[in-house]
């Protein structure tokens, strides 16, 4: 009996050995079936998720951000371990002790599921399982695909280390809301960095990988209570938290972003403007659209704030005055229907859902109109309570939109407005209609010496249009374009005292037309000089001149400076015909104020990696007595610049001073006035399509366009002195209080002589008056009088000439290249009716 009994356990025993042995023969032969083909784990260590790009103000606040995955990437020594002890608990509490796979949960998920019949089904995948599925394998369900995740997270476990695979886990998870990670979860439903979290907020967001929407925050706040409960459980009872912080956790409120407790991360931001979506959009080009939004990229913009908020205001007005001048009303934004009107939370929800409203523009608010009496109308204003008496629009305001006398005339139960707070008291607050313009604009501004865009307004509100007429638009340029000309004849031997002649011009284009350009005056001015000229703005005269220099040499200059990349050399461009944006304008404006150094706008000043290497830094200058502890009294470190010269220094001062004409006196003359040089230009197109003003100071350049998106007449009166010049000085005028201001500096190599300004004449040294001009010749440089250049056309017999005949001579000129030409002094009157010297 006894040797019976012990041949049945040997039996047993036997058959269980061969038993195990065939399933570890069944199981190694999975693993090496399944396990063959399966990617490397290795680059894991080196794991680099998509991770948000964060742009920043120069004082380091966060202006914006742009993720095609919401993700914050936190190394694991960072992670606090109460976040780390969370998701443990609630995912895989055997950790830090199983192999990669969890045969004792895999077992007893089996044992739950074979005793409720396949009603109760719970996960066995451990933490190193979920990285395999994120990211190798996806949520397919199928046996194989559990196979080969066991498989990979054995292998993880071995070659990268269980620390690796959980910082991988929790920056990679995904936690509803779009946040992707711990990190960015922590911000979105508590407006909290991760060492800010405590335990209950810590067990919240372990509860959520499962299944985000199930325990959303606001409309499944139950189940999420008890689920951050059973995760506060397993905390404390794998000893994590003690009880005193048990008890006083799971009966903690839920509170969070969504359910209005605390304030969103997202509402600290700036509305994103023009600005940021420039830099978005020029890096795009650089790192692709999804790259972009992928590379956690640290960007240090170039923008002011203070200044940005104050370009904007400056256009923003200038286009509403335009357009409320003309009378028109554009209609309604919107219509809600009655059933949306019933009560207050429903029309402001309403409110909230409709795009393309100008939130962005300072004290406007949409609002929608609730009831229309016979003289005013009720409106519900968003994010403003009704009051005891509610708001009004009443007939005063309304008298700008012609034909209309009440409210009632353009207003109708259910539209959505605009409307702007223009004060009042707080119980009782003034709302005043606005529209957006139908009229639309572009400015600018940079420093001269550095490139930096300080500020860029693309138009009156981005949130209504987010095509950027600063960097985008493609506008003729029209008078503005002429300094270029001026500046290609002054770099040709000509002074700012050099005689053009104003008279009628005919230019045969072919095919029977024949182009006949004319002042906006429609008068003739006869001879000329060169300062009056470009101060103002003579169309005829420019004309002249483009031909005696030659148009070829003109887009030469357009093209150094950046205007354009090529220049069609035809005659009408040299008045600004071509098409080019104010983003080249203002920046090769900067040139002319910087002595003739280029200068390339920029509105990054830094780009790091998500490692904090810099891959990119604007300002390559060198400071070499910046890390000079002691410096003389008095003494700033000495910089040292490297940008190449574009411009002669002394043509470029000599421009400079034609242009200050031009404020001081000329087309812009008392529209502009900001207490320290200034130089500028204004641009008027045909039928005044387009009106610019660009100009600048020793420090900043700034311009503006206005003109329709489709262009069209601005109407009778309509100029670049009269629209774009009020912008540029309201500007500036906070700019040179913040940036300073001074004198142009004086290049050396050249002398001052004073000269009549309407007939160029040399006068003594000691003269005086309003006609008297200082003006800046070269060394060796003399201005020779009484020679009229006409560019080689045919003149009005009525207009006078200077005649006499004088000896030719030859002088050497050094170009902006620093080649040296022989340009000769004078030409006799035969030679200025053939055609000049050129």
């Known amino acids: 009996m006894t040797r019976f009994f012990f041949s049945f356990l040997g039996a047993i025993f036997s058959l269980v050995t061969l038993g195990l042995l065939m399933v570890a023969l069944v199981g190694g032969a999975v693993f090496y079936v399944y396990g063959r083909d399966l990617p490397d784990v290795a680059p894991l260590a080196n794991y ?20 095609a995955q919401r993700r914050i990437y936190i190394p694991y020594d960072e992670i606090p371990d109460t976040v780390k002890n969370a998701f443990i608990s609630a995912e895989d509490k055997r950790f830090w002790t199983h192999g990669g796979f969890d045969i004792q949960g895999i077992a007893a998920a089996l044992y739950e599921a074979a005793q409720t019949r396949g009603e109760s089904v719970r996960g066995a995948s451990t933490i190193p399982q979920q990285v395999a599925k994120i990211i190798y394998f996806g949520s397919e369900r199928a046996i194989e695909r559990k196979i080969k995740e066991a498989i990979q997270a054995s292998r993880m476990v071995k070659e990268i280390g269980r620390e690796k695979i959980l910082e991988i886990y929790l920056n990679e998870i995904f936690l509803g809301q779009n946040a992707y990670g711990v990190a960015a979860a922590a911000q979105t439903y508590f407006n909290k960095s991760l060492t800010q979290l405590n335990a209950q907020e810590a067990a919240y967001l372990a509860a959520l990988p499962k299944a985000p929407s199930t325990y959303h925050p606001v409309t499944a706040e139950e189940r999420a209570v008890a689920r951050r409960n059973f995760v506060l459980t397993e905390m404390y009872e794998n000893g994590y938290i003690d009880e005193p912080t048990y008890e006083e956790a799971r009966v903690a409120p839920l509170l969070t972003v969504q359910a209005g407790d605390r304030e969103a991360f997202a509402a600290k931001l700036p509305a994103r403007d023009y600005f940021t979506e420039e830099i978005s959009r020029q890096l795009t080009r650089d790192f692709g659209q999804e790259g972009f939004k992928a590379a956690g990229l640290t960007i240090r913009a170039t923008i002011d704030p203070e200044m940005q908020k104050i370009a904007a205001a400056a256009l923003q007005e200038a286009l509403e005055e335009y357009d409320r001048a003309q009378g028109e009303w554009h209609g309604t934004v919107a219509t809600l229907e009655p059933e949306q009107l019933t009560d207050a939370k429903t029309w402001r929800a309403a409110l909230e859902e409709i795009p393309k409203l100008a939130r962005d523009v ?107 007429r600063a960097t985008q638009a493609l506008r003729q340029p029209g008078s503005s374009f002429k300094p270029f000309v001026y500046a290609a004849a002054l770099d040709s031997g000509f002074t700012p005292a050099t005689i053009i002649v104003d008279a009628p011009i005919e230019v045969d284009v072919g095919g029977g037309r024949v182009w006949r350009p004319r002042n906006a005056s429609n008068r003739f001015y006869g001879p000329t000089p060169l300062r009056t000229g470009i101060e103002r703005s003579r169309n005829l005269m420019t004309v002249r001149l483009a031909e005696e220099v030659g148009m070829p040499t003109v887009a030469g200059y357009a093209e150094r400076f950046g205007v354009y990349d090529r220049m069609d050399p035809f005659l009408a461009n040299s008045l600004g015909s071509q098409e080019t944006t104010l983003f080249r304008m203002v920046s090769a404006y900067a040139m002319f104020a910087n002595g003739g150094e280029r200068v390339e706008p920029t509105l990054v000043d830094r780009v790091q990696d998500r490692w904090g290497t810099t891959i990119y830094r604007h300002d390559q200058r060198t400071c070499e007595e910046c890390g000079v502890e002691d410096l003389a009294a008095g003494k700033t470190p000495r910089i040292i610049t490297n940008g190449k010269r574009v411009m002669n220094p002394i043509t470029a001062y000599q421009l400079t001073s034609m242009m200050r004409g031009v404020v001081e006196r000329g087309t812009a003359a008392g529209q502009v006035n900001l207490g320290v040089p200034t130089a500028g230009k204004t641009g008027t197109t045909n039928d005044a399509r387009d009106v610019w003003f660009v100009g600048f100071t020793s420090t900043i350049a700034a311009g503006c366009y206005i003109g329709y998106d489709q262009p069209r007449a601005l109407g009778r009166g309509a100029s670049g002195g009269e629209f774009c010049a009020p912008v540029f000085q309201n500007f500036m005028k906070k700019a040179v209080e913040k940036y300073g201001g001074g004198r142009f500096e004086i290049p050396p190599g050249g002398h001052f002589i004073n000269i009549d300004r309407y007939n160029g004449a040399r006068l003594p040294d000691n003269a005086s008056g309003e006609n008297v001009v200082a003006e800046y010749f070269r060394e060796g440089e003399e201005p020779v009088f009484g020679i009229a250049f006409d560019g080689g056309f045919a003149m009005g017999a009525n207009l006078p000439l200077y005649t006499e005949e004088v000896s030719r001579a030859t002088r050497q000129v050094e170009t902006s290249d620093g080649d040296v030409v022989n340009i000769p002094s004078q030409a006799t009157a035969g030679e200025i009716s053939s055609g000049g010297l050129y």
């Not at 008298?399 to 209309?404: G, H, L, M, Q, V």
């Not at 539209?415 to 702007?420: A, E, Q, S, T």
């Open 48 to 67: 680099q998720p998509p991770t948000l790009t964060r742009i920043y103000s120069p004082e380091g606040r966060i202006i914006d951000e742009y993720a």
């Open 362 to 468: 300072e004290s406007w608010f949409p609002a929608v109109v609730l009831e229309v009496g016979e003289s005013a109308a009720r409106i519900g204003v968003e994010a403003w309570a009704d009051g005891a008496d509610g708001h009004w629009i009443t007939p005063d305001d309304v008298k700008w939109i012609r034909k209309a006398r009440v409210a009632g005339d353009v207003l109708n139960v259910g539209d959505v407005i605009h409307v702007r707070h223009d004060g009042g008291s707080p119980d009782d607050p003034v709302f005043s209609l606005r529209q957006v313009p139908g009229v639309q604009g572009g400015f600018m501004a940079m420093d001269v010496n550095t490139g930096r865009v300080i500020a860029m307004q693309g138009g009156f509100s981005y949130q209504v249009s987010n095509f950027n």
